[in-house]
């Protein structure tokens, strides 16, 4: 009862608008219980936006969005993301982050608010923060004993650390701001504060992730298109209940969140609680390694590429894997991409292609 306030509490404090709103519905969890919420908030006819990939490749959970929308009596939308919509608006995103980010769902994140934007929204609902708040990542699972005795600290290779090594040893210390963050929260729960070490891991995300990935992609992501994104889970009442729930109510063997299943299993019947997590993530790798030996020619000639020092060998490597390895070709890329924008200056409205062209000129 307590965490059915909460969050009913925290969506209808998110829902007060004098502006159209709608919900950004992947399928997964976290959007469906937001779904739910809504309609037990009474929020009127919801209108659910959702991200597919040709042919169904990626993360595609955008029939299992269709399926729980009509579930819910929403409107549904759903946004098909093709090869051609990544070369023509990597450029753009990446001109849209401060930052470079090397998380590919930026690209739906935008294309999604491009879309709230023309269909006149402007607020949307986000399940941002449930994996960190309910312990969904299976790293939360893997530090349980006795599994934390033979696991290595989380998160602790970085993307290149293996077939990239030539790059990954002019990057320098990748994991230091991850670092900063474990020592932060080793001291936070010290002093009989009493956290269990799922609650630690779930703090140093809390405290790095969440907000140098997450929240900043879906906020520029967003803004670049003049829609606000909320993001119920990470309301401070409700995540302070969240976090303070015990282990056994947050991960099992097999899966996590399971608070937020559970509920959703009584809040909207029919729905799939307890399916297994696919993720947010368009096919980029299928996508790079259709042009693989070019990417890698235009990318080892950047010159923020260039600058870092690594071998064109490496890099054209990398590039050869991106079917099978995308993260490593895609950090590149995007890299690539954010320099030729934010430090040289150019425009960024062309392709990928003609991007870098004009960037190695």
């Given at each position: ?146 599994w934390r005795w033979i696991q290595g600290r989380p998160r602790s290779h970085g993307v290149f650390d293996t077939a990239g090594a030539a790059i990954a040893a002019r990057l320098g210390p990748w994991r230091a701001g991850l670092g900063v963050a474990e020592r932060r929260v080793a ?175």
């Open positions: 009862p307590a965490l059915e306030r909460a969050l009913l509490e925290s969506v209808a404090v998110h829902l007060r608008a004098d502006v159209p709103y709608g919900l950004f519905l992947s399928g997964g969890i976290d959007s469906t219980a937001l779904l739910a919420l809504m309609q037990r908030a009474g929020s009127g006819r919801v209108l659910a936006l959702s991200v597919g990939y040709e042919a169904g490749a990626g993360g595609d959970e955008s029939a299992e969005a269709a399926r729980v929308a009509a579930l819910a009596g929403a409107e549904f939308q759903r946004l098909e993301m093709r090869a051609a919509d990544f070369w023509a608006l990597a450029p753009r995103i990446a001109a849209a982050l401060d930052d470079p980010t090397a998380d590919a769902a930026v690209l739906p994140s935008f294309m999604l608010g491009a879309a709230a934007r023309q269909a006149g929204l402007k607020v949307t609902l986000c399940g941002e923060g449930a994996d960190e708040l309910f312990a969904g990542y299976a790293r939360y699972r893997r530090g349980r004993a006795p001291e936070d729960s010290g002093a009989g504060a009493g956290w269990s070490a799922l609650q630690r891991l779930q703090a140093v995300d809390c405290a790095e992730w969440l907000p140098n990935d997450l929240l900043g992609k879906l906020d520029r992501c967003l803004m670049a298109h003049g829609v606000e994104g909320r993001t119920p889970f990470v309301d401070p009442v409700l995540a302070g209940l969240a976090f303070r729930l015990p282990d056994a109510e947050k991960i099992g063997l097999r899966l996590g969140k399971l608070a937020l299943r559970r509920y959703l299993a009584e809040a909207l019947p029919g729905t799939q609680p307890f399916a297994r997590k696919k993720g947010f993530n368009p096919p980029v790798g299928r996508w790079m390694a259709a042009q693989a030996a070019r990417l890698a020619s235009l990318v080892a000639a950047q010159p923020g590429i260039a600058e870092i020092g690594a071998p064109a060998s490496a890099i054209a490597a990398t590039f050869a894997q991106a079917e099978t390895r995308a993260q490593p070709a895609w950090s590149l890329l995007f890299y690539a991409l954010w320099h030729s924008h934010h430090i040289l200056g150019q425009p960024a409205e062309d392709d990928i292609e003609a991007v870098l062209v004009a960037a190695a000129a």
